[in-house]
């Protein structure tokens, strides 16, 4: 067991390493090649930071533990609205803006999306290829808008013209080699733990591994609250959860099919749509999120993870 935990906190920490490395390395290899920065921030730098999510489904899906996958994915999305907005808000109230409108009305959309296509009791190729086709419109929207948003190089973050090629190779060739090792070595403890404790991979994915693969979006929401940069945050997250479920989930079910757990069915799903129209109101009136909402954000993830525990998967 302690050789499994260690196995997990081991991968979680080189995911993060890596997935921050892949990141800083791609960012300047693309500004060098002359493409524009905010298509290097919808397409590489979101790839980037989402690394650790696919790796782990993929590698979940090759190892037969189609409901890690799942419940990375759908326990991510959850954490990132419950915990990641939650925990901030203690710190600093959590500014939101309507501006912010557009992209959470897609949010709910592709989360609506593709609890309809769970319903059919699995994602497999052709549920695949719907998540796919989806993100595809949005990456070619998001790309469209981005262009014209005339957003220069020196505003993305991670950017240095004057960066050695030896070190940007560096970044790229030691994030590309540690983001498989980190979630092999998560994917592993994992499943292992699950195996020696009865519990099911399902919940193994929408508690640890969820909760892990939300590090960096945790991370960089609890810094926009101590710079008292709030709507960052929302950006931060709203684009994670989409592309969690198009992008991840569409390759993972291209790789292979994942089995909708019963249990996913009846709770999971519907709390990872409560958890999105949370933010409704806050984003149709542009209020902040305060300490009291982010304590109560807190307790309903807390109660949450008790409800999957007592129901046992």
């Known amino acids: 067991m302690l050789v499994d935990i260690a196995q997990i906190l081991g991968g979680l920490v080189i995911l993060l390493l890596a997935g921050d ?18 298509m290097v ?19 979940a899906v090759l190892s037969d533990a189609g409901g890690l996958a799942l419940g990375n994915v759908v326990g991510s999305n ?6 990641v907005m939650g925990l901030p808000a203690l710190i600093a109230p959590v500014l939101i803006g309507r501006e912010s409108l557009r992209d959470y009305a897609i949010m709910l959309a592709v989360t609506l999306l593709f609890i309809g296509l769970a319903f059919s009791g699995v994602i497999a190729f052709w549920q695949a290829l719907v998540l796919l086709a989806a993100f595809a419109l949005f990456m070619g929207e998001s790309i469209w808008r981005g262009q ?78 101590i710079r008292r940069e709030g709507g960052v945050a929302l950006g931060n997250i709203l684009g994670s ?16 099919p994942m089995t909708v757990p019963e249990a996913m069915l009846r709770l999971d799903l519907w709390v990872m749509l409560g958890a999105a129209l949370v933010l409704a109101p806050f984003i149709w009136t542009g209020r902040a999120i305060g300490r009291m909402v982010g304590a109560l954000l807190l307790l ?14």
């Open 241 to 256: 959860n989409i592309f969690n479920l198009l992008f991840i989930l569409g390759v993972a079910g291209v790789v292979g």
């Open 41 to 59: 921030g919808m397409t590489v730098v979101a790839f980037g930071t989402s690394a650790p999510e696919l790796l782990v489904s993929v590698k």
């Open 78 to 83: 959850i954490a990132n609205i419950l915990l």
């Open 148 to 225: 014209r948003a005339r957003v220069e190089p020196e505003d993305l973050e991670g950017a240095d013209p004057a960066l050695p090629g030896g070190k940007l190779a560096l970044y790229l060739g030691l994030g590309l080699i540690g983001l498989p090792l980190g979630a092999n070595l998560l994917v592993a403890g994992a499943v292992d733990i699950a195996e020696t404790l009865g519990v099911s991979d399902v919940i193994i994915g929408l508690t640890i591994v969820a909760v892990g693969t939300s590090l960096p979006e945790l991370a960089t929401t609890l810094m926009a609250a």
């Open 21 to 38: 490395l892949l990141v800083r390395g791609a960012v300047n290899l693309a500004l060098r090649l002359g493409i524009p920065a905010l």
């Open 300 to 313: 309903g993830y807390g109660g949450y993870i008790w409800l999957l525990f007592v129901n046992g998967g």
